[in-house]
């Protein structure tokens, strides 16, 4: 059966005109969001593509940065183990540093309170030997390190015995030593110019454990305080060792 349309030649135009900017709308708006897309990937693929790059350049920086870090490591491999060395030998290094005799204060002090009558020819000395297991007594219960050492004096005086018991006084008020007592003393009338007396006195030489730190100390800072500290000490000591006041006298002409 033949299908007849009956609509006026011009509704029939109207109508195929219509259906025909409807495909076209339809088309053009396909192809625009089709455009729009494609922009949308290109962008996405530029951003990807620029970070990804980005990316790149810092896992390239970091290998560098291991392989600097890891050449570094290399070279002070053989040190890792230094802090280990040090403090196991630490102890030993305190232990000597706290039993230690301080020579350089002790011949400080001597040179303070010698008498200007008597003079020094020889001294034989020799220290308590060092502990490394000594305690640190403390203050003010200093502990001493057993047996004392022992110091032997020759020297010469103006002829007066009270000159040779002022010396032996002087050295019993020196902080290191002990015990000060004369071995011989003799008035010699031959051999010099003028009458002289030679004498010899013997002594024990004292160590006070700790009494100058119980550490050793590494830093720079440290060391001047302990330095000043000590110096300290030792112009007190000296000031006590020097019964009659000649230690103002004497530091005077020193400097």
């Known amino acids: 059966m033949r299908r007849v349309n009956l609509l006026p030649p ?32 290109i962008g996405l693929y530029l951003f990807y593509f620029i970070r ?4 790149e350049e810092q896992i390239a920086q970091l290998d560098q940065d291991t392989a600097r870090h890891q050449a570094r490591l290399e070279e002070l491999a053989p040190y890792e183990d230094l802090q280990a060395r040090l403090n196991a030998k630490k102890p030993i290094a305190d232990g000597i540093f706290r039993t230690r005799f ?3 204060e002790f011949l400080r002090g001597l040179a303070f309170v010698i008498p200007e009558t008597t003079a020094l020819d020889t001294l034989v000395a020799q220290a308590t030997p060092i502990n490394i297991t000594a305690p640190n007594g403390g203050v003010p219960e200093v502990q001493n390190l057993e047996p004392p050492g022992a ?3 020759t020297g010469l005086a103006l002829p007066d015995y009270r000159n040779i018991s002022d010396f032996i006084v002087r050295m019993n008020s020196l902080r290191f030593l002990s015990n000060t007592t004369l071995t011989t003393a003799e ?3 031959e051999q010099f110019s003028s009458d002289a007396i030679t004498f010899e006195a013997a002594a024990g030489l004292v160590t006070r454990v700790g009494e100058f730190g119980d550490e050793v100390l590494l830093t720079g800072a440290e060391e001047g305080s302990e330095e000043e500290e000590v110096e300290g000490d030792a112009d007190e000591q000296a000031e006590l060792a ?9 530091s005077k002409v020193a400097r």
């Open 52 to 55: 990804i790059g980005n990316e």
């Open 242 to 250: 020097d019964p009659q006041g000649e230690k103002a006298s004497r």
């Open 10 to 41: 011009e509704d029939r135009r109207r109508r195929a005109a219509a259906a025909t900017t409807t495909r076209t709308g339809i088309i053009g708006l396909l192809l625009i969001l089709g455009a729009l897309l494609v922009m949308v990937m």
């Open 187 to 189: 008035l010699d009338r």
């Open 102 to 104: 301080p020579w350089d």
């Open 151 to 153: 110091v032997t004096f």
